[in-house]
């Protein structure tokens, strides 16, 4: 693979033949299992300015919450009774959470039972990732968001491109199975850049890569630009599988908000994962990132996962039993 081939499907495939060839893929590489990630979004404080999150820390009209280590453990304990056996810990880079704490989270959740813990709580220096790695963490979500620089960093003021680079080489070196991915439909992104994204992440050699159109947030300085389509979003993410064919894809949570009635068309072109937002319902809507989030989410904990089975199983495509680990240790390792 490389950025001219990437760049070739996205422009010149047809709809229906890319979605047929990305599911081809993905039977090949992945099976036919379904896993289910139950995400937690224990924080929405966020010191981070983006000009496309609703978390962003000039968003003063939002409430802020922050769970308490039990209110994570019960919720966690649910889903692990619904065999769930990934829980995904997500924040906004919350400066008012120490390190310790969400170690203590990691650790406490590990000891329910077997289950693999994601964090994604965004840009931390080395030690700290290595102590959340030490309390338990099994893998880290950290998006690249967009590898057009001059777009980073005007979306993203006060963060530096090259540090979070930085992040997902820590995250590496350090064992993490290590995910990322971009935002599809940014103002001023051509498809270019979305070849660049998907070959950034062929590059970095990763478990996990994430897809999601941009959704304009009008308490945003992006709120009144257009976002991404969902069929650009669907065809990005079955280009991403023809691209990575060993790496663990869910139907993103942004994708899923654009088109909730049509949760199977993303199993059918690549995707191989869907989250299950299991966060208390009387936070869900704090977790404010774009509007028309997770419809899935509405739901109370137990009920997103088994909305997601009753979808899993009308398509015919089994539940993935066990944690869903990694595919691949590298991808040297990996023909097709
Ligand atoms: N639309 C879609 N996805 C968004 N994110 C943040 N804001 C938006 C938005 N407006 C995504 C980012 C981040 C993840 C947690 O949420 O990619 O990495």
């Known amino acids: 693979m490389n950025e001219e081939k990437i760049l070739n499907i996205l422009r010149n495939t047809p709809d229906e033949e890319l979605f047929a060839e990305a599911d081809a893929v993905r039977s090949q590489t992945c099976g036919d ?45 649910e889903a692990f009774d619904e065999n769930v056996q990934t829980i995904v810990l997500q924040s906004g880079e919350d400066a008012g959470i120490k390190t310790d704490e969400i170690c203590q989270m990691v650790e406490s959740i590990k000891r329910i039972g077997d289950i693999a813990v994601t964090l994604s709580c965004g840009e931390y220096p080395y030690e700290d990732y290595r102590l959340m790695r030490n309390a338990g963490a099994d893998r880290y979500l950290l998006k690249i968001e967009t590898v057009n620089r001059e777009i980073y960093h005007k979306l993203r003021p006060g963060c530096r491109f090259e540090n979070r680079v930085r992040c997902l080489h820590d995250l590496s070196e350090l064992g993490y199975q ?6 599809v439909g940014l103002p001023g992104q051509t498809l270019e850049d979305i070849a660049d994204d998907i070959m950034f992440c062929v590059n970095l050699d990763l478990e996990m890569a994430t897809f999601s159109p941009f959704i304009p947030h009008p308490k945003t300085p992006l709120g009144d630009e257009p976002g991404g389509s969902w ?30 009635d049509d949760y199977m068309s993303p199993l059918n072109a690549g995707a191989n994962v869907v989250m299950a937002d299991v966060t208390p319902y ?16 509405f739901r109370k904990g137990r009920d997103s996962i088994s909305r997601l089975k009753k979808i899993i199983e009308s398509m015919g495509r089994p539940i993935g039993i066990g944690r869903g680990d990694a595919l691949k240790k590298k991808s040297t390792d990996y023909f097709l």
């Open 33 to 77: 299992e379904v896993y289910i990630r139950a995400i937690i979004e224990f924080s929405n404080y966020c010191r981070c300015a983006c000009e496309y999150c609703g978390l962003n820390v000039k968003n003063d009209e939002l409430s802020r919450y922050r769970m308490t280590l039990e209110q994570v453990i019960k919720a966690s304990r």
């Open 178 to 183: 290590v995910g990322s991915g971009s935002l």
């Open 231 to 260: 069929l650009l979003g669907l065809r990005v993410l079955a280009t991403a599988r023809i691209a990575l064919p060993a790496v663990h894809i869910p139907v993103s949570t942004a994708l899923a908000s654009v088109s909730p």
């Open 282 to 297: 009387e936070f869900v809507k704090y977790y404010d990132i774009y509007p028309g989030k997770a419809p899935i989410g």
